[in-house]
Each structure stands twice: as structure tokens, then as C-alpha cells.
Nanobody
């Protein structure tokens, strides 16, 4: 099993910045991809950004150029730097880890609210 714990969510004004962090534990060696998904009310959970073991990143079009995902393999963590935040970014953000076998693990989620 892989356990994930997110931190760093909060309330920020439009145009502001926030950094999310996720720590993984358990069967670390099985992890292939780590990243972030988000879910807003009445919307499906959607991909935000991921990074695999080779350092290849994948971003949603809506966050491209504003968000940056990074991974520290030694510390088994993944972070999401969010800049130029918009109200549309308001959602519950989930850390995700995917094994080479295709199994997904999820964190509890951390709330990000962008509002005046």
C-alpha cells in the first residue's frame, strides 16, 4: 500500500500563489507517477499535473504556465507550485500516486479556495 498526505491548502486572493506538498509512505518502490488532481462542486475529478519517474510532466491546459509540479524522489514527495491563481482554481486538491501495475492511491485532499 501507498499512503499519501497532502498539506499547504488554504485561502488566497486571485492572482496570489500557493504551494501544495504531498508525502508518500508505504510501498514507495512501486510508484511510477505522482501528481495532483482536483475536484470542484458539481464537476468531475480532473488531472492538474503529474510527473513520472523519468521526470516527464503532464499539465492540464487550464493550468499550463501557471502551475509547476516537482518531485523529490529521495524524500518521496511531490509539490505543486500554483501561481496567478484564479477563482476557477477553487477545488479540493488530491495527491495521487500510480504504480507500474496501474494501481492508484489517493490522499485525503486539501482545500484550495481562491476568493476576495
Amino acid at each position: 500500500q501507498v499512503q499519501l498526505v497532502e498539506s499547504g491548502g488554504g485561502l488566497v486572493q486571485p492572482g496570489g500563489s500557493l504551494r501544495l506538498s504531498c508525502a508518500a509512505s508505504g510501498s514507495i518502490s512501486s510508484i511510477y507517477t505522482m501528481g495532483w488532481y482536483r475536484q470542484a462542486p458539481e464537476k468531475q475529478r480532473e488531472l492538474v499535473a503529474t510527473v513520472n519517474n523519468g521526470g516527464i510532466t503532464n499539465y492540464a491546459d487550464s493550468v499550463q504556465g501557471r502551475f509547476t509540479v516537482s518531485r523529490d524522489n529521495a524524500k518521496n514527495t511531490v509539490s505543486l507550485q500554483m501561481n496567478s491563481l484564479k477563482p476557477e482554481d477553487t477545488a479540493l486538491y488530491y495527491c495521487n500516486a500510480k504504480t507500474r501495475w496501474g494501481m492508484n492511491s489517493w490522499g485525503q485532499g486539501t482545500q484550495v479556495t481562491v476568493s476576495t
